[in-house]
């Protein structure tokens, strides 16, 4: 049986090898510090971080995944939405359905949100299936990013 339960502190020693297993995956493009990593499950968590929520994904009660999502408000949408950050469930669990359940409890979890959100690479393609499959479709939109000071 898959479940899905809030994420506590006292999960770090199960979430954080996966974790690890997802950072050093084709689903990331560059490699993280793991103090990043450590600093982002602390946050997720942390019941009084109110822009991370982590979750624990269980067959038959044996962790077998997580997930971190967060919220932002979308101009583009002119509602919330629900960033899905990442999933990680383990290699003997994909393909039974998992990620479309964690997919429908985010939905019942957040019905007033207008958007769902998430980051793939193109060399994830069972997840891009998976997503497509869902009704997700690619934005046009290139990402950027700027992690410190601006230049010039």
Known sequence: MFEIREMTGADREL??????????????????????????????????????????????????????????????????????????LSPQCRGKGYGTQVFRWLKNAYPNHARLRLEVTDANEKAIRLYKRLGFRFLEYRQMVLEGDLQA
């Open 15 to 88: 979430v954080l090898p996966m974790v690890n297993t997802f950072y050093h995956s084709p689903a990331v493009e560059h490699p993280v510090d793991p103090a990043v990593l450590e600093r982002t499950f602390q946050a997720a968590a942390d019941p009084g971080e109110p822009l991370l929520r982590g979750l624990v994904l269980l067959e038959d009660g044996q962790a077998v995944g997580y997930a971190y999502v967060t919220q932002c408000y979308s101009g583009e949408v002119g509602g919330r939405c629900v960033f899905f950050e990442e999933m990680y």
